[in-house]
């Protein structure tokens, strides 16, 4: 079990980083946000989990402990994979999470993508009492729909593009994330983003 990573950032990719660790790159899946915080060259350290498969071995990352608990404490709900937690955690924060399952918020978990009315019901009866209680209050009149621009930008940055060309992509996306309504997705908004800088180059 590999409990952490830690070491210079080595590259960025759209859903993953290569951490440097004793001269040997560590491949690791991160969600759009925890790629947000983490820069060419500079130290990190990420906690992860390492998922087996007969044919792979994947290492995911997470910013602390909690969100890489919170995780593996997804997976044990039937039918999740390590993917859907990943994409469950892209979209939420892991108090979310806690709180969309404590109050039955099935609007918060069709949110993400891959997760339909049925599935969230399903996911609501398998997680009960499994996730815990939110350890945070709840952030009251946070602006949610300007939270895409500023992680956006960040993981854009984190990529190794100019703040001008961040700024381009982020308008050139914008009018896509108004029109999804709600919270827009930064997943598909990063690769939106860089498919728009790859043709402006």
């Given at each position: 079990m590999i409990?952490?990573?830690?070491?210079p950032?080595?590259a960025?990719a759209?859903?993953?980083a290569?951490v440097e660790?004793?001269?040997?790159g560590i491949a690791v899946q991160?969600t759009?946000?925890?790629?947000a915080g983490?820069?060419?060259?500079q130290?990190t350290?990420?906690?992860?989990?390492?998922v087996?498969?007969?044919?792979?071995?994947?290492?995911?990352?997470f910013v602390?402990?909690?969100?890489?608990?919170i995780f593996e404490?997804?997976?044990?709900?039937s039918?999740?994979?390590p993917?859907?937690?990943?994409a469950?955690?892209?979209?939420?924060t892991p108090?979310?999470?806690?709180?969309a399952v404590?109050?039955g918020d099935?609007k918060?978990?069709?949110a993400?993508?891959?997760?339909?009315?049925?599935?969230?019901?399903?996911?609501l009866?398998?997680?009960?009492?499994?996730?815990?209680?939110p350890?945070?209050?709840?952030?009251?009149?946070?602006?949610?729909?300007?939270?895409?621009r500023d992680q956006?930008h960040a993981?854009?940055?984190?990529?190794?593009?100019?703040t001008?060309?961040?700024?381009?992509?982020?308008s050139?996306?914008?009018?896509q994330?108004e029109?999804?309504g709600?919270?827009?997705q930064?997943?598909?908004?990063?690769?939106?983003?860089?498919?728009?800088?790859?043709?402006a180059?």
């Amino acid at each position: 079990m590999i409990a952490f990573v830690s070491g210079p950032v080595a590259a960025l990719a759209p859903d993953s980083a290569v951490v440097e660790v004793g001269g040997i790159g560590i491949a690791v899946q991160c969600t759009p946000n925890t790629l947000a915080g983490l820069r060419m060259g500079q130290q990190t350290k990420l906690s992860t989990s390492l998922v087996v498969r007969e044919d792979s071995l994947t290492l995911y990352g997470f910013v602390d402990d909690d969100e890489r608990q919170i995780f593996e404490l997804l997976q044990t709900a039937s039918g999740v994979g390590p993917r859907l937690a990943q994409a469950m955690l892209a979209v939420h924060t892991p108090d979310a999470l806690r709180r969309a399952v404590a109050t039955g918020d099935e609007k918060a978990l069709t949110a993400v993508p891959g997760i339909g009315k049925k599935g969230a019901q399903k996911l609501l009866l398998d997680l009960k009492d499994r996730l815990g209680e939110p350890i945070g209050a709840p952030a009251v009149g946070a602006p949610v729909t300007n939270g895409w621009r500023d992680q956006l930008h960040a993981a854009l940055i984190g990529l190794g593009y100019a703040t001008r060309e961040a700024d381009e992509a982020v308008s050139a996306v914008a009018p896509q994330a108004e029109a999804a309504g709600g919270t827009p997705q930064v997943g598909p908004l990063l690769k939106a983003a860089l498919q728009t800088l790859n043709h402006a180059r």
